[in-house]
């Protein structure tokens, strides 16, 4: 595994809640990304950072929020959680623009 | 737009017998074809990459631009091979390695 730690692994909250997701990694590299996997869907890219304090939107980024502050973390916070947010969160890095990307364990979030 | 489709959501193959995982993809451009395989209890990690024309476990994969598919094969499924498999492209449009992935394909290799 490529030091990727994800935290918490699993979480309830309530609807209206706001939830943070903390994506950890050693490796110091470049590119971090938050999925999210739901069935049917396969993964869906939210965030992705290219950078300290450099994020850009993916695929589904709306209701929720990203921040890098530093290279090895990356947070994913959701500003008020609803039903259809529940999934399994994916952080994942990778070193350079056109490398592989290694993946967390995932956070399993349920909203009720 | 950049699109990958899997149509088959699950596969049941005897162990033994070969397999192959199709994958379907809409990009203009020239695409980076990837395939990830996810194992019961395990994270997410690449298999296989269309650049490096490696076969990993036995498995290959051909791009095929005429037919824009990427199927993943394997002349004779061994029962580790169960798991869940995803095709995914790179476009590379505005940077970040940005991976559009497909809907996924379960594995199940009886015996």
């Known amino acids: 595994d490529a030091g990727i730690t994800q935290s918490p692994r699993h979480k309830v909250t309530e609807t209206g809640t706001p939830v943070t997701l903390r994506c950890h990694q050693t490796?110091?590299?470049?590119?971090m990304y938050w999925y999210r996997q739901d069935p049917g869907h396969g993964l869906r890219l939210i965030h992705y950072s290219y950078g300290v304090k450099d994020t850009d939107k993916g695929e589904v980024s709306d209701g929720y929020s990203v921040s890098r502050s530093k290279t090895e973390d990356f947070l994913l916070t959701l500003e008020s959680a609803t039903s259809s947010q529940t999934s399994v969160y994916f952080c994942?890095?990778?070193?350079?623009?056109?490398?592989?990307?290694?993946f967390g364990p995932g956070t399993r979030l349920t909203v009720t | 737009a950049q699109r990958v489709t899997q149509p088959e959501k699950l596969l049941s193959v005897f162990k033994g017998a070969p397999v192959e995982l199709k994958c379907n993809y809409s990009y203009s451009g020239s695409p980076e074809l990837f395939w990830y395989v996810q194992y019961s209890r395990q994270r997410l990690q690449l298999l296989l990459r269309h650049i490096s024309r490696e076969s990993i476990k036995g498995f290959t994969a051909d791009l095929n631009k005429g037919e824009t598919s990427f199927h993943l094969k394997k002349p004779f499924a061994q029962e580790e091979d169960s798991a869940m498999y995803y095709c995914?492209?790179?476009?590379?449009?505005?940077?970040?390695?940005?991976?559009?992935f497909g809907t996924g394909t379960q594995l199940k290799v009886e015996l």
């Open positions: 994942a890095t990778s070193p350079a623009g056109d490398y592989e990307q290694y």
């Open positions: 995914a492209l790179n476009g590379l449009t505005g940077g970040g390695n940005k991976l559009t």
């Open positions: 490796e110091n590299h470049r590119y």
